[in-house]
């Protein structure tokens, strides 16, 4: 039984702003453009916008949390003497940027409003990138800190290390899908790696960050910000491009095992009620996928979600993800813009344009060529991850 | 830029109301862990309630500071700067033997022969090394057989 509001809500516009490392410019200079952009690709003006929706948290610890400058909240919006009437707004603490995704799709089908501007901005402080002075460790990290770990990139690599070791897998296989993200990159121009190019010699040589996991598993940061306009799929149908219709959307709400991210079941199964509530709500499943846009973080996210959507099977993704099946012309082109590795740490919102741009065709050279149903997942499995599967058609 | 100093310098734990039990018992040279009194569920790091059974007042309970290694990573990049000097450094996940997915962490700093020679499953135990005086005492783990040798 398929979820009855299943295609009645859409994306009717997206807009990017320049995507850059560190830089002079405000933070909200770039939000500014990304939402005059996203409202233009619709043909409305800014002033039509009665909702707003973002994942606002400054990606990185010590920040100021000024708005405009490493953030931009639904106050940052609120007080552009440009905005007309807001109707609604709402901030999501968790899931990343698609649980905006989840926050607009509810209050268009309770008629709360009618055009929702959802938004994700990043910003790059200077100094080292996740690097930040802590002289007392309070609260759970008297159990972390005092030991050198504070990042979720160590997390990350202890749990990945656990994988490989689980399932027999090699580090080396990450690089099939780091360099096709690469490849994907250098076919968007809105990637900051657009140029770029990556060889599987480059990957061979990458520096440790935290072992297994080497610099190029980890997304990089930039200064960016990509909004997009989400509106009733009636509506959007009176709109200047093709709407892509929200055809499931759905957040995680899974029982960690454990509550510091030590544990592979925390990182993959705990994806799996989540991802399963997505096939049963759209009514589709991962066969019915022209394509998946899977947060990458970092890398191995990657996989853990290939697993814990089923797209192959538990412990599968490492080998899944060879001989070219992840390409633009394979059975599962994957994060076909870049990803977060290449296109540059959105925390999901490249992921979710990307599917839109795919479904209404607008995705340039590195176009699909018949795409019907794409899957974005967006954080980590283990996070309070969320994720929407997006149609071209009704169904 | 350098945005690290030149010296090692943990961040210093600060007991709470919650933890005091915690760092009491490092203090005297054992390990004890959040346990609860009706449903015998340890828990770590402690919490107000039991998320077994929902009690509301866990204690501490010694425990014997034997444990397996879950996993680990050496440190390349520079996430703390009072670590800095220390990197890279290796840090290691370890599952006590009184409950499933009961984790602590160690690190190996000033140990890097034992990162060398790490490998799943292997048994641990707790160590209380000396530190510089400030602060609560931090529990470490080693290997087991290192111990015994």
Redesign the interface.
């Known amino acids: 039984m398929s979820w009855e509001h299943a295609g009645k809500v859409a994306v009717a516009g997206i807009g990017f702003s320049a995507i850059e490392r560190r830089t002079a410019r405000p933070l909200g200079a770039f939000a500014l453009d990304a939402a005059v952009a996203a409202v233009a690709d619709c043909g409305l003006k800014i002033s039509d916008i009665d909702g707003l929706a973002t994942y606002p948290s400054a990606p990185f610890v010590g920040a100021a949390n000024r708005d405009g400058e490493d953030v931009i909240t639904v106050e940052f919006f609120l007080t552009q003497k440009r905005m007309g009437e807001i109707a609604w707004y709402a901030q999501a603490g968790e899931g990343l940027v698609c649980a905006s995704v989840r926050d607009a799709t509810n209050a268009l089908l309770a008629g709360a409003c009618k055009y929702v501007l959802v938004w994700r901005a990043m910003y790059v402080p ?3 990138y ?22 979720p ?2 997390w990350h ?3 990945y ?2 994988y490989l ?1 689980t399932y027999g897998a090699k580090r080396e296989s990450m690089a099939a899908l780091v360099l096709n993200s690469r490849a994907n990159a250098n076919r968007n121009d809105h990637a900051i790696f657009a140029d770029k190019k990556l060889t599987p010699a480059d990957y061979a040589s990458a ?7 080497c610099l190029l598993d980890c997304d990089v940061p930039v200064t960016a910000c990509v909004a997009m306009v989400m509106t009733t799929t009636e509506r959007a149908r009176d709109l200047r491009n093709r709407p892509a219709l929200v055809a499931a959307v759905a957040h995680q709400t899974a029982v960690r ?4 991210h ?2 592979l079941h925390d990182h993959i199964e705990s994806g799996k009620p989540f991802a399963d509530r997505l096939w049963r709500d759209a009514g589709l499943g991962p066969k019915d996928m022209s394509a998946a846009q899977l947060y990458d973080g970092f890398a191995p996210s990657t996989w853990y979600w290939l697993e814990a959507c089923g797209f192959c099977g538990r412990g599968e993704a490492h080998a899944f993800t060879q001989g070219g099946r992840i390409a633009l012309d394979g059975e599962l082109p994957l994060n076909t813009f870049g990803g977060s590795l290449s296109q540059g740490r959105l925390h999901g919102m490249g992921h979710l344009a990307e599917a839109v741009l795919q479904l209404t065709g607008r995705a340039g050279p590195r176009q699909l060529p018949d795409p019907h149903a794409i899957a974005v997942l967006d954080g980590s499995p283990m996070l309070r991850g969320s994720g929407a599967i997006f149609t071209r058609d009704p169904h | 830029m350098s945005d690290a100093p030149a010296t090692f310098a943990r961040p210093i734990p600060r007991p709470d109301a919650i933890s005091q039990g915690f760092w009491d018992a490092t203090a005297r040279g054992e390990l004890a862990i959040q346990r609860c009194p009706d449903c015998g569920n340890y828990q770590h790091p402690p919490r107000p309630i039991c998320h077994a059974c929902g009690c509301a007042a866990p204690v501490y309970a010694r425990v014997s500071g034997e444990a397996r290694l879950v996993s680990w990573t050496t440190t390349y990049h520079n996430v703390l700067p009072g670590f800095a000097a220390a990197l890279p450094y290796a840090c290691m996940v370890v599952e006590l033997v009184e409950q499933k997915e009961l984790f602590m962490l160690s690190d190996l700093i000033g140990r890097a022969e034992i990162a060398s020679g790490l490998r799943f499953g292997m048994k641990m135990r707790v160590v209380f090394p000396a530190g510089d005086g400030e602060g609560p005492v931090l529990p470490q783990f080693a290997p087991a057989e290192e111990q015994q040798a």
């Open positions: 200077p100094g080292t996740g690097s930040a002075a802590m002289r007392h460790a309070t609260g759970d990290a008297q159990f972390t800190a005092p030991y050198g770990v504070v990042s990139l160590q690599a202890l749990v290390r656990r070791e520096r440790m960050i935290a072992d297994p996991l095992h454990h509550p510091i030590y544990t």
